[in-house]
């Protein structure tokens, strides 16, 4: 059972008093004509002509300035904020006092009645009836004070702990515009995704999110269970290998956006369930695809936010194509002065870096060598658009190999402000190197080894009716909202991030205020 705080208590009693007196605190119906944005605009157009404006208003009281015989007010609706007058003239003496009494800040209310504009300018609804349509018992957080032109006070939120924004995200979002406003842009960058992709010819499709062998990527899957098929499934890390088994089916190009789940740390840039766009193009190779990806990004950009141009964390990132083009051989040279190239075995590789001063993992394949100087060397250094290519075969065990280089593929991530965004391959289509791939990786890695590929069977009897050459490309669509929005953790473009479990009993430290 909760424990109601003293404000809360308050609320309460009122709660209880409006029932005594036949008022329902929480109505079934509402009635309202016009939003916020609506009504104003209704009156503009109309104002010239000297025509009245009837309307009925619904949002949430933001503020409240009784004074005397009148009182101002402000409501707060999806699409903006207007201000309510109320004066004991036209609602009666006692009316008036029982809003200023029973109403609360955080309450929902409708009001009707005429639109006029005030002597200082502010379009605002003349109020000549009113009624609550849901009454708030826990206050918004604690709030600083903002003073209009006209001198009414609206409370903004003082909930500036990042991680209690994102636990109360309905508060967040009842009291920060901004937060509002991200998540709007990010919806804008889904819409922007499909239209690009669909003007291209694709075809959205969706696929299993429980698979019975996760595949796709190298990461470690949640693990459930069917009771009635007494079969262990697991949420998917990646739609690739379902997406690829399509193009066997004439399926030439195909995407998806959707949730992957993956059962690994949490940071700035990670949460185990996330977004991801990945699509796949019949006859297209790694070169194709890194055109595709800068078109993509910068139409996504310019659509949402009207630029190609955006400032993150301080730094302006230029989206405009072409991107940078780095070779990974080329690139590790000449940060870390190793050649990759000259060092073919894990040992020789890790000795080297010993010697530059870099402690790795005992054990690790000369693939997670390279992988651990791309994350030392060369990513926190790419902030504009960089692309990333020609990576080690056994970190990339579902990507074609180079011609006349078996141990080198044709795969490219791409990296914005020091972090990756996405990753593409010219895709293997080969079923007979597939299988021995998988046989590989399954020898290389140790069981609990995240970079282990497990075999899966079904792909390569679809591989086997044949699969036609092709590109792939995977985006976390999350860090793409983070660049356009210039935030810097991941959990501010979820609305319900992963967080760890608040300790029991420990004090609801929330701000709150009235």
């Keep these: 059972m909760a424990e109601y705080s003293s404000l809360e208590k308050i609320r309460l009693k009122k709660i209880e008093e409006l029932r005594a007196e036949g008022i329902d605190p929480y109505p079934t119906r509402a009635e309202r004509t016009h939003t916020s944005v609506e009504a104003i605009a209704a009156f503009e157009a109309a104002e010239a002509d000297g025509k009245e404006v009837p309307a009925t208003l619904t949002g949430r009281l933001r503020a409240v300035r009784p004074m005397g015989k009148i009182t101002f007010a402000h409501i707060e609706d999806g699409d903006g904020r207007i201000q309510l007058f109320l004066r004991a003239n036209d609602l009666g003496k006692d009316k008036l006092a029982f809003f200023n009494k029973m109403f609360d800040l955080g309450d929902f209310v409708q009001a009707e009645g005429l639109m006029f ?219 870390s002065g190793i050649d990759i190239a000259e060092h073919p075995e894990a040992e020789s590789l890790a000795a080297a870096l010993a010697a530059g001063g870099k402690t790795t993992a005992p054990g690790a394949t000369r693939g997670k060598l390279i992988d651990f100087m791309l994350g030392e060397y060369l990513e926190p250094n790419m902030i504009q658009p960089t692309f990333l290519y020609n990576y080690p075969r056994d970190i990339s065990p579902l990507a074609k190999s180079m011609p006349g280089d078996p141990q080198t593929v044709e795969r490219f991530e791409g990296f914005v402000a020091g972090m990756e965004l996405c990753n593409a391959f010219t895709e293997l289509n080969d079923p007979l190197d597939q299988e021995q791939r998988f046989l590989e990786m399954g020898r290389a890695y140790a069981d609990d080894d995240e970079e282990r590929h497990p075999v899966d069977e079904d792909y390569l009897r679809a591989m086997r009716y044949g699969m036609p050459p092709n590109g792939g490309f995977g985006m976390g669509v999350d860090r793409l909202v983070m660049l356009l929005t210039d935030k810097r953790n991941i959990r501010e473009v979820l609305l319900f991030p992963h967080l760890r479990a608040e300790e029991q009993g420990e004090k609801d430290k929330s701000p709150s205020g009235n």
């Design 117 to 335: 504009r005030t002597r200082t300018g502010e379009v605002t609804l003349r109020v000549q009836d009113f009624k609550l349509l849901a009454k708030a018992i826990t206050p918004l957080p604690a709030a600083k004070d903002e003073t209009l032109e006209d001198g009414t006070v609206v409370r903004h939120a003082a909930l500036e702990d990042s991680e209690l924004r994102a636990r109360r995200r309905y508060a967040d979002l009842a009291v920060n515009p901004e937060t509002r406003e991200t998540f709007r842009k990010r919806a804008a960058v889904v819409r922007a995704l499909r239209d690009f992709l669909d003007g291209e010819g694709f075809l959205e499709v969706e696929t299993p999110i429980l698979q019975p062998i996760y595949g796709g990527a190298a990461a470690k899957p949640f693990v459930t269970h069917h009771n009635q098929l007494k079969q262990d499934l697991y949420l998917r890390i990646s739609f690739e290998l379902y997406l690829k088994r399509l193009l066997v089916g004439n399926l030439e190009r195909v995407y998806e956006i959707g949730r992957d789940f993956r059962n690994e740390g949490v940071s700035y840039k990670h949460n185990p369930e996330f977004t991801q766009l990945e699509f796949y193009m019949a006859y297209a190779d790694y070169e194709k695809i890194m055109e595709m990806t800068e078109q993509m990004v910068a139409f996504v950009a310019d659509t949402v936010l009207g630029t190609l141009r955006v400032t993150y964390q301080g730094q302006e990132i230029d989206f405009s194509p072409p991107w940078k083009r780095i070779e990974l051989r080329q690139g590790l040279l000449e940060a």
